[in-house]
């Protein structure tokens, strides 16, 4: 059987992180198809192929070379302990690593856990942190499924488990106790990719993606005696574009905006006498 020398990505095939990453590679020009239960896909346009597998497996895959690159939780990368390219974090499946118990049990600190059952999915994560807190003959258990739930059944008295928004804490009667770390999506590789100059090529598309979603472009008619001022509220990446417009009076102004400053910036630009503000989104930006 040949080898396929086509470069891989691993991808989530389901869970939080799997339609982001879909959406990231899409915006980054990949063309495919998903369907239905089949576990890859060929990208028409440069013969890549997109793999869909765990998450929790993703680290290890990159690690072995059975694919290339891979998006997944910097939080699996961390539980695995492999020798991985962090590339780029991705900005999207922020979440948190938290020690949680009953809401009505005593503990107020990891410390009050010494001896007592954990439960946990991430149990190397768990116990580095138990021991970096000099926590002592803490007996993790390993579970897979509903671990909110074991803490109601008396089988653990905590649990260290990813939380999101928090809510599912909340509906079995948990608390958060401490945080263990933060966590998001994150592009790893392999240090030897297949076709290094294909992943290259990749890796400065995601970060067009990345570029897009920080920054939205603002157009505003700016009066010439104030464009210094409007320079100054939004100096752009580099330096507005500015043009003439029919009237000398006024000028044209196109400038990249970070997304948390853009209606701080509309508002000042505005407030000096700027009009017909526009904003546009990005999708890509080569920066």
Known sequence: MIPDERLRIAIPSKGRLREAALSTL??????????GRRLFSVCSDTGMRIIFTNTADI???VAEGVVDLGITGSDQVLEK???????????FGHCRLSIAVHKDA???????????VIGAKFVNLARDYFEAKGVENVQLIEIQGAVEVM?????VDGIVEIVETGNSLVENDLVELERV???EAVLIGSAQPRDAELSGQLLRRVDGVLAAARYTLLEYNCPVDRIE???????GFSSPTVGRLQDGAWLSVKVLVEKSKTQRVIDALEG?????????????ARL
Do not use: M, N
């Open 229 to 235: 001022e409007a320079t100054r509220i939004a100096p």
């Open 81 to 91: 302990g492999v020798d991985v390219v962090e590339h780029r974090r991705l900005g």
């Open 59 to 61: 680290p290890v895959l």
């Open 151 to 155: 803490v109601l059944l008396g089988l």
């Open 26 to 35: 899409e915006r980054a020009g990949l063309r495919f198809k998903v369907s």
């Open 106 to 116: 005593p503990y107020r600190s990891s410390s009050d856990l010494a001896g007592k």
């Open 272 to 284: 000096i006498g700027c009009v017909a503000i526009l904003e546009t989104e990005l999708r890509h």
């Open 181 to 183: 770390l933060e966590a």
